[in-house]
C-alpha cells in the first residue's frame, strides 16, 4: 500500500508538470519539446497549493522563470495602476512571482471569465486612445495564457514566455504582427494575439522588416527603393485608412474649400494658397474650425499627384521655419507622406500611430540622422529624408 501511495504522488507531481496536458477536456498541452518538470510549485504565500496561481505558475516557470509566488494584496511586487485588480473583468485571482535570471516580476491575473477580460481590456484601450493617448497598447505586453493573463515587468520576459503557447493581446488598432511571427484570433474583435513583443526602447522582438542598418552606415535605409508607404485611391479611403488614429477625422470631417482654407494660430497647416500648385489633387480638413469656441484639433488630408513637387514646395516652407532660431514651430504640421497621399498634423499622438500606417515624415533639417531601428528613406528631393524618427518624440 505504502508503494501505491508513493507510486499516485509522483504521477500527480508528473501530471502538474506538463499542465495543462493531464486536465480533460478543453485542456491545452504543453507545446512540443517542452521539457517535462519533476519538481513541485514553489511555496506560494497565500495561493492555493493546486489552485489557478500555482497552475500559472508551474507553466511559466518552465520559460522564464516564476518563483517567490504570491496572492498577498500588499506584495510591494503587484503595482498599484489601473489593472489587474480582483472583481474587474472577471479577475478572481491576482499574484505575483519574480522570474530567475533577472529578478524582475510577472504579475498573474486569473479571470473567470476569459472572453470579458479581453474586451474589458480592449474597451480600456479604447479609452486611452480616445484621451488622447494614440500609442496605449502598443508596448503593454499583455500575455493571454490557458486560463491565466500574465504582465511581465520587462519586454525579455514577455520574449521568453511567447515561446511558450502564450501570445501578446494587442487590442490598439494600429498594432501590427510583422512577417516572420504568429498572429491569432482572440476572443474579441479588433484585437490580435500574436508572439511579437513591441517594446519602447526597440529591445523587443527583432521586425525583420525593418533594416537595422543599411549602406554607408545609415540605419533604416534600405538599398533601394522604399520598405513601403501608405496609400489611398481618394480622400474617402484616406479617411477611413486614418479613422482609428487620434486625428479627429471621423467626427469632424469637411471638403469644402472655404472649411479647407481655415487654419488657426495653433494648427497652421503645410500647405497654403492654391493646393494645385503644391502637387495636391484633393484635400479635406479634419477638426473643428472656430465656432463657440477656438478652432482645435485641425488637421489636413491630401490626395497628391506630383509628390515630387509637394516635397519641393514642402522644403522650402519648412527651410523658410528654420531660418528664424533654427527650430522648427511647435505649432506648424509636420508634413507625413505616403505614396500618393498626405497628412499635415501637429498631433503627435496621432504622427505615432501614422507611422504605423506606413506614414513617413518629411524632414529637411540639415545634419538630421536617426538611431537605429527607425525607418530613414531617400525623399523625392535632395537635402530631405523621410522617417519616423522625431527627436522630440523618440518612442518607436
Not at 509522483?10 to 502538474?16: K, V, W
Not at 521568453?160 to 487590442?171: G, H, I, K, T
Not at 543599411?214 to 534600405?222: A, L, T
Not at 529637411?364 to 525623399?379: D, T
Request: include cysteine; hydrophobic fraction near 35%.
Amino acid at each position: 500500500m505504502r508503494i501505491q501511495r508513493i507510486l499516485a504522488m509522483t504521477a500527480a507531481l508528473t501530471c502538474l508538470a506538463v499542465l495543462p496536458a493531464c486536465k480533460g477536456g478543453g485542456g491545452q498541452a504543453a507545446p512540443p519539446g517542452t521539457p517535462a518538470s519533476t519538481a513541485s510549485p514553489a511555496a506560494a504565500e497565500g495561493a492555493a497549493g493546486d489552485g489557478p496561481l500555482v497552475k500559472a505558475q508551474q507553466y511559466m516557470r518552465e520559460w522564464a522563470g516564476c518563483e517567490n509566488l504570491s496572492s498577498k494584496a500588499d506584495d510591494p511586487r503587484i503595482p498599484s495602476g489601473d489593472f489587474p485588480k480582483v472583481g474587474q473583468w472577471s479577475v478572481t485571482e491576482i499574484g505575483v512571482c519574480s522570474t530567475t535570471a533577472d529578478k524582475s516580476d510577472i504579475v498573474i491575473a486569473v479571470p473567470k471569465d476569459m472572453k470579458e477580460f479581453q474586451a474589458g481590456y480592449k474597451q480600456y484601450v479604447m479609452d486611452k486612445i480616445a484621451g488622447g493617448d494614440g500609442a496605449y497598447g502598443l508596448f503593454s505586453n499583455v500575455l493571454i495564457g490557458k486560463g491565466f493573463v500574465a504582465f511581465p515587468t520587462l519586454p525579455k520576459t514577455s520574449m521568453a514566455l511567447v515561446r511558450s503557447e502564450m501570445r501578446v493581446l494587442v487590442c490598439n488598432p494600429s498594432g501590427r504582427t510583422p512577417d516572420g511571427y504568429k498572429y491569432e484570433k482572440p476572443l474579441v474583435e479588433g484585437c490580435g494575439l500574436t508572439d511579437f513583443v513591441s517594446a519602447k526602447d526597440g529591445k523587443g522582438s527583432p521586425n525583420f522588416e525593418t533594416p537595422q542598418e543599411g549602406p554607408d552606415g545609415k540605419p533604416g535605409q534600405p538599398a533601394t527603393g522604399s520598405l513601403g508607404l501608405a496609400r489611398a485611391g481618394s480622400i474617402a479611403e484616406l479617411r477611413t485608412l486614418v479613422n482609428n488614429s487620434p486625428l479627429a477625422c471621423k467626427e469632424h470631417f469637411s471638403t469644402d474649400p472655404e472649411a479647407v482654407a481655415i487654419e488657426s494660430i495653433d494648427y497652421q497647416p503645410v500647405v497654403k494658397g492654391n493646393a494645385l500648385d503644391w502637387g495636391v489633387t484633393g484635400r479635406a480638413l479634419c477638426g473643428q474650425p472656430a465656432g463657440e469656441r477656438r478652432a482645435h484639433d485641425l488637421s489636413w488630408l491630401d490626395t497628391v499627384g506630383d509628390m515630387k513637387k509637394l516635397q519641393t514646395k514642402a522644403k522650402a516652407a519648412q527651410q523658410a521655419d528654420l531660418k528664424d532660431d533654427g527650430r522648427l514651430r511647435a505649432t506648424a504640421s509636420k508634413l507625413l507622406v505616403g505614396e500618393n497621399v498626405a497628412v499635415e498634423t501637429n498631433n503627435a499622438s496621432a504622427r505615432f500611430v501614422l507611422y504605423q500606417l506606413q506614414f513617413l515624415y518629411l524632414n529637411c533639417v540639415p545634419g538630421f540622422s536617426a538611431p537605429a531601428g527607425y525607418r530613414l528613406e531617400k525623399a523625392q528631393v535632395e537635402g530631405c529624408v523621410l522617417t519616423n524618427y522625431e527627436p522630440e518624440h523618440p518612442v518607436r
